[in-house]
Nanobody
Framework: QVRLVESGGGLVQAGGSLRLSCAAS????????MGWFRQAPGKERNFVAT???????TNYADSVKGRFNISRDNANTLYLQMSSLKPEDTAVYYC?????????????????WGQGTQVTISS
């Protein structure tokens, strides 16, 4: 069973930065595509950023392009560097693993999910 554990969320002022991490228990982490999604209260879970298994291709939602950066390392960890944060970025952020090398912007395409980490941006 794959376990994904997010960390790094918190409360910051608008314009600030946060770095989210997602630690994966899967020893073959490097074989699989990963993604970050977020869900605000009363809203659907939406795509934020994705990355292929080799890290060669990334994809970002228009709302975060130029402000967020997704990356992964060889120690089974996925990251989301968030800068110039806005109140509308407030949500629970989830990491997800897709058991293929190709990423997807569809949440339904992912096989495993973390428990989420709360990000709150004050104005």
């Amino acid at each position: 069973q794959v376990r994904l554990v997010e960390s790094g969320g918190g409360l910051v002022q608008a314009g600030g930065s946060l770095r989210l991490s997602c630690a994966a228990s899967e020893l073959t982490f490097s074989r699989y595509a990963m993604g970050w999604f977020r869900q605000a209260p009363g809203k659907e879970r939406n795509f934020v950023a994705t990355i292929t298994s080799d890290g060669g291709i990334t994809n970002y939602a228009d709302s975060v392009k130029g402000r967020f950066n997704i990356s992964r390392d060889n120690a089974n960890t996925l990251y989301l560097q968030m800068s110039s944060l806005k109140p509308e970025d407030t949500a629970v952020y989830y990491c997800a693993m897709r058991l293929t090398i190709f990423s997807s912007v569809q949440a339904s395409a992912y096989d495993y999910w973390g428990q989420g980490t709360q990000v709150t941006i004050s104005s």
